[in-house]
């Protein structure tokens, strides 16, 4: 196949950025380093993500708190969750929000070759595309882990790779409403990519209900600071138009 042929040749030349790894596991030295791949925006508006679904256990809630609080954002999808809810991932679209790439399956990009990565990633985005009807523009490694390989891949694609600078650390046992809306609030700032849960698929069960409680108390947080809050997708829109405006004037 043309795909794993090319995912064989680029994966030769592209693990000499061995660094990159260490680098990205890192947040302090990430956000210094890459800003651009920790998801920070020259805007002051805050894209809000989610991963690990679509999970028909705790999706659902997640998707009628934001549309109470009529505010979009991005899920990134494991290919074998949608996989068995594709009518959910279906539906994370219909209501406006944006869905992106989380990978096949939530493996750590270090264990896998450069062929094992594309097929990995790959599979996710052709399934996300087939689901949505839309070809997916964003992607977030498992771990937030980003290889050499999965950067020639993302390339390929045509995939932007984010990964996060306020997290919610809502994956752990002992996170509440509270501990979640806490940490995020504590790193949130313009231009700042939050990084929640809607699954606990990979994380301690049931921890999706400190994520959900949370939810209100950040957009509140965000409101009262005047930030805006959207999904990636509607943030690299509000970029453009300031552009354009910029440029008019």
């Not at 896998?112 to 990633?121: C, K, L, N, S």
């Not at 313009?190 to 921890?207: F, K, M, N, V």
Request: overall charge positive.
């Amino acid at each position: 196949m043309k795909r794993l042929a090319w995912a064989a040749l680029a994966g030769t030349g592209a693990v000499t950025l061995n660094a990159l790894p260490s680098v990205t596991a890192i947040s302090a030295v990430r956000e210094r380093l890459t800003p651009r791949l920790s998801g920070y925006a020259d805007i002051g508006t805050v894209a809000l993500t989610f991963d690990d679904g679509p999970d028909p256990a705790s999706t659902p809630a997640v998707l009628h708190a934001l549309h109470t609080a009529g505010v979009h954002a991005t899920f990134f999808l494991l290919g074998s969750m949608l996989a068995r809810a594709p009518a959910l991932g279906a539906e994370i679209a219909a209501a406006g929000h944006e869905v992106a790439v989380h990978g096949w399956s939530h493996r750590c990009l270090l264990t896998r070759g450069p062929v094992a990565t594309y097929r990995d990633i790959a599979r996710a985005y052709d399934l996300i595309a087939d689901v949505t009807g839309s070809a997916p523009r964003h992607y977030r490694p498992p771990y937030g882990i980003v290889s050499a390989a999965a950067l020639a891949t993302a390339r390929h694609l045509g995939l932007t790779p984010v990964l996060w600078s306020a997290s919610g650390k809502d994956w752990v046992p002992t996170a509440t409403p509270d501990t979640v809306a806490r940490r995020v609030v504590r790193d949130l700032r313009p231009g700042a990519t939050i990084l929640l849960h809607d699954s606990d698929c990979t994380s301690a069960p049931g921890s999706w209900r400190a994520t959900l409680e949370a939810i209100p108390r950040i957009l509140t947080e965000c409101a009262e600071r005047d930030l805006l809050v959207g999904s990636l997708a509607e943030r690299t829109m509000h970029q453009r138009r300031q552009a354009d405006s910029r440029a008019r004037n």
